[in-house]
């Protein structure tokens, strides 16, 4: 086995197997709130939407943490790692804290963007001011994944979930349906599990964190002082990639509430195919991480010939794996969909729109590893912005608006239409990728 395939599986099959762990999990949990039925279903659906954008928005601060980490660690400068480490994590509390003041201050304002169903604007709320307490470890947890990943301690985070999902199944069952003697808390107990499973994700990632510092002779060092960049070049890869990034979750949100606004039949049949949607991309999601530190170290050591043969070594793996996925994905969707509760017409939009992801999965899976890993390794995350944002406010919503509500379409016909915004991104990005100039050291 060569070292590039080592080093690749060392870091690429925890954070592989921790994406699906979560993923099936969240399957699990989808189909315990689908016993309750489509409102519910579509509640936990948009509260989760607007979950999305953090998310996404702490994972951008997690993603210049780990090329900052991962180009400095390749350069042999421990101090300048440690700097980028601290300055993370205080930009992604502060994040939280306004996420979380939105959430308390504005929720059935914002639930309400997405649909005018009373009953699962009600639900929504129940669900939604409990989850926005989960800001804060969560955005922890991604900052210090990202240096444990960097370090080759990529199986922490994904020990940690284990723990985390298992408690949050747990809990689940026991405040979903009341079991051991609790009454049932239907939404409210769906919420109150999320909760309690980031707080456990936390507490063990920061003690695999702590202990691994023991492990390498180490100390924490915080620090908010650069020498080889400053905090203005660190902002100024920052802004681009939390730009990007909360444009396209709004753009994700936007086009959820097109699909509320095409009835709850049509929004749960989108909710119940998002959990698979994620096991599925989770399943290569470990490639782009693996090219974001592999790539990002052979930058630091101004390794550039190697540098874009791994990349393309990584792209082709990770279309190979996505090929394979999707034709399971097809001979799967209609078994998957038949787990779920609720009306025929539901099941079979749900399956329908499995069958176009799958079509589409190779695509998204290589603009996932090209736009998240490897172009934004070298540090130029503003090219990366103009792609996302072009993709998805250019092209993914006009053509999701004119599909719903100029050429009436139902949600599958939206789905298709809009998803081919992925193809724009893919081309762009290649083009970019070959012309190497994404390639920089910072170190």
Known sequence: MSKFIRELGKIAVPVTLQSMLQASFSIVDQIMIGQLGAVSIAAVGLGGNY???FNVVSGSVGTVAGILIAQFLGAGDKKEAWSSLTLSTVISLCLAGVFLGVSL??????????????AIIAEG????KIIAFSFAPMGLSTVLSAWLRCRGHANIPFAASIGAVLSNVVLNYVLIFGKLGLPACGVRGAAIATLVSQLVNLALIATGFLHCLRQDGERVQPSLHFTKITRRDYLGMITPILVSQFLWSLGQNVE??????????NLAAYTLTCPIQSLIVGALSGLSAAAGVLIGKRLGRKEYDEAYGDAKKIMATGLVGAAVVSSLLVGLAGQYVGLYRVEDEVRTLGHMLLVVF????????ENMILGGGILKSGGNTRMVMIIDI???WGIGIPLCFFAAYVLHWGIVGVYTLLTAEELFRLVVSLVVFR???WMVSLA
Not at 125 to 128: A, E, R
Request: charged share 15%.
């Open 51 to 53: 979950s999305m954008i």
């Open 105 to 118: 201050g504005a929720t059935a304002q914002i639930l309400g963007l997405y649909t005018k169903d009373a």
């Open 125 to 128: 709320c129940v669900y939604f």
């Open 256 to 265: 959820s509430a097109v699909y509320g606004h095409l009835g709850t039949q």
């Open 358 to 365: 799958a079509l589409y999965a190779p695509i998204k899976v």
């Open 390 to 392: 072009a993709g998805t």
């Open 435 to 437: 012309k190497r100039k």
